[in-house]
């Protein structure tokens, strides 16, 4: 099969060099462009040496016309505000677009320029991007043009919520989610607050009650409840480097057993090669998850048989960005959904 030509824009950050790091080695991808911010004479196997004898490009200042002279589809690993800059020219060009950016993920624009505290500039293509959850939206994005990768913290937590919340068997008026994250969430730019010493040895919650991911979680599951519906969610800044380990507690509208609970989301994701339901009341571990694209999910209904506690793992640099959003390529392009990985 012949290759399809891939950009990654942004490689130098955590997400992109994640990206370029599984492209790297994909079966059916030939990475044919990457690049940074800065215009510096060095190629990317300069920056990340274990790309010798694999990868050998020039790593430059983004260049939309040479991104769209060499590539097929392009991955923008870009902070938000500037993937909706990067994103118009490419998708007239003609060119597929995954964004890992949170640009084209929440469909009220109000709700956007609240949360990012910043104006959106492309909401004619904000219409026709497509939810990148493909547990959730795998026909969409077979036909997208422009996919809008989910954030790593709503990843973790729609997973582990959307089989209950489709079946009805939550009180949606009380869901709380609380989730840790490693310092790479963050991104790789410097950040006195992310310093290791700052970091090392500690552990806090922050930003309660007005995180940007609040309402993405809260958009999709409305979608999927078809009713309208809000989380309380309590991020936490864990002293490691990847991993986010989502603790969520949800009241049952009907008394049931864990084992019961299982089987309802043993079956929801039968099929889902990247999605680990635990038996017998097992939990999930980041250990198990670092470096894959795995969300692994563990159950316990307390013995009252009224609450249940789900517990998922992912990394947020695999399944809640660059491992995502290849399998949002693989779905695009109709390859295997695994290939890659
Ligand atoms: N980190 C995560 O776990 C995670 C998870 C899900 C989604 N995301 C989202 O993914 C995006 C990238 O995150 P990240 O963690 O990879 O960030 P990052 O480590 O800070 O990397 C950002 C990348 O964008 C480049 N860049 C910055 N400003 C630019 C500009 N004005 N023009 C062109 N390139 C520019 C940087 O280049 P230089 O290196 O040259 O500065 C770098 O390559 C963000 O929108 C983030 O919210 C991140």
Known sequence: MKKIQVGVVGA????????????????????????????????????????????DLECKAFSQSEAIEKCDLLFLSLPHTVSMQSAPALLKAGKKVIDVSADYRLKNVDVFEKFYKTSHKDTANLK???????????????????????????????????????????????????????????????????????????????????????????????????????VIFVPHLLPINRGILSTIYARLSKSMTTEELEVIYQKFYKDEPFVNVYPKGALPELKNVQRTNFCDIGLRVHPSGKLAVIVTAIDNLGKGAAGQAVQNMNIVCGFDETAGF
């Open 128 to 230: 026709q991007a497509v939810y990148g959850l493909p547990e959730i939206n795998r026909e969409k994005i077979k036909s997208a043009e422009l996919v809008a990768n989910p954030g790593c913290y709503p990843t973790g937590s729609i997973l582990g919520l959307a089989p209950g919340v489709k079946k009805g068997l939550f009180d949606l008026s009380g869901i709380y989610i609380d989730a840790k994250s490693g310092v790479t969430g963050a991104g790789r730019k410097a950040d006195k607050a992310l310093n290791f010493s700052e970091v090392n040895e500690s552990f806090k919650a922050y930003k309660l009650f007005e995180h940007q991911h609040v309402p993405e979680i809260d958009q999709e599951l409305t979608r999927i409840a078809k009713k309208d519906m809000s």
């Open 12 to 55: 130098t950050g955590y997400t992109g060099e994640e990206l370029v790091r599984i492209l790297a080695w994909h079966p059916n991808v030939a990475v044919s462009y990457v690049s940074g911010k800065e215009d510096r004479d060095i190629r990317i196997q300069e920056i990340f040496p274990y790309l010798k004898n694999r990868l």
